[in-house]
């Protein structure tokens, strides 16, 4: 069995769970190294070091990054979330009530609410009647 941390019996667990379960895990122990590494960085006074624990923070946080995806694919739920917090401007905590206005009332969402995203194409000067 793999983990203690099982709260149902292992055996009737579907593959599903027990691969949301190790992703969720996975997850949890990345964040907590970023957590370590940051507090190092904190107090280690010997400059070299701290540049090579940041640099292992920051490898950390791709590595939640990934994890985090991975879960987004899988769950339905956790994309509905996801799509409505990350990388959205104003308060964090009225976000849900702006998201929950907006499913009801058929409107759509301001265009200050949705991300922009360029890419170097969409940012290089266009030359007139050229097309995208």
């Not at 701290?50 to 990054?65: F, V």
């Not at 899988?74 to 799509?83: D, G, Q, W, Y």
């Not at 959205?88 to 949705?114: F, K």
């Not at 290089?124 to 995208?132: D, P, W």
């Amino acid at each position: 069995m793999g983990s203690e941390s099982w709260h149902e019996p292992y055996e009737k667990l579907s593959e599903k769970t027990l691969n949301m379960s190790r992703a969720i895990k996975s997850l949890m122990e990345e964040l907590e190294a970023i957590d370590w590494y940051q507090q190092r960085v904190d107090v280690c006074t010997d400059e070299a070091l701290k540049r090579i624990l940041a640099h292992n923070r920051d490898e950390e946080m791709e590595h939640a990054s990934m994890v985090l995806e991975w879960i987004r694919r899988n769950s339905p739920t956790f994309e509905k979330h996801l799509r409505t917090y990350l990388f959205r401007e104003g308060e964090i905590t009225e976000i849900e009530a702006v998201e929950t206005n907006h499913l009801e009332s058929g409107r759509p969402r301001e265009q200050s609410q949705t991300p922009v995203f360029k890419t170097i194409g969409s940012l290089k000067q266009r030359k007139e009647g050229e097309r995208l």
